[in-house]
Structures are given as structure tokens and as C-alpha cells.
């Protein structure tokens, strides 16, 4: 299945369209089988309505249900303490059952963050490695949960 992306100031994402797997699971509607890598406001296995175009391609037309899963993305500096290594930072996050996939071509890793993890520690992680130089990073799609774990 596809999204159509905008490309916003400073040329990001560096794509116009995010192609995923999903799972088709009503005759219009997918599960997203992984995070996505720049689409916002969706997760792995949320589920989406699709339409199909004249070649037949499924294309995101909105979300139906959220899975409660958030999607963060984090950029690691190659000047900083982890030389750019994503694998570190996916390194990072294996304590809290967070997995997720690094992108070589872009220097980024997207994580997927399930509901029932330690959503404060995962926030403590991010907020520190930004705060000591390790990378940058932004959410893709958080949910309320998310929001009321912000560490103090």
C-alpha cells in the first residue's frame, strides 16, 4: 500500500510517496504490517482504508482504528557519541521491547513502541541521547498514553 507525502520545507521527507506491506483484512481496509518510515499519523498494525488506482496500487485514504502503537523517528548524529550508528540506537531501546528498522540510505531508524511498554522510559532515553548529542528525533504517531508519560 502507498501514501502520497507532501514534501515540506528543507525537502523532507526525502520522498513524495512511502510504499508499506500491509495485510488486507476487509475488501477496502489493510493492516500495516511495520512502522512506517516518514508517513505521520499512523503506526504498525493500524488499520487503513485503501483505494485502488488504475494500475491496481492501493493508496492510504484514512485511518479506521490506531493500534495504540506509536511510531518515533530518530536521526543519530555521525558527530556524536554514536558515530551515526542505528543499529546503537535500535540497541538502545531493545529494554523496553521496542523494535523497529534502520534506514542506511537516510541515516534514520523508525521505532515501534508497543502500548504496554514503558512509555516514560522510552521518553527518558530519547530526551536524554537529544539532550547529550546522540541524535535527533521526532514522533510520527503518538497517542494519549504517550503524551501523559512525559517524564517530569
Known sequence: MHFDL???HGGWPP???ESLRAEPVGDDVVRLSGPPRF???????DLIRVERDADGRHWATEL???SGRCTIRVVPFGSG???GSLQRVLDAFELFGVCGEGIQQYG???LDVPADADLTGVQRVL???ARDGWWDYEEGCVG???LAAAPG
Open 144 to 146: 494519549d498514553a504517550w
Open 64 to 66: 479506521v482504528a490506531w
Open 15 to 17: 520522498v513524495t510517496v
Open 6 to 8: 507532501p514534501v515540506e
Open 81 to 83: 557519541p554514536l558515530r
Open 108 to 110: 534514520i531508524v523508525t
Open 39 to 45: 508517513a505521520f499519523g499512523v503506526s504498525s498494525g
Open 127 to 129: 530526551r536524554t541521547g
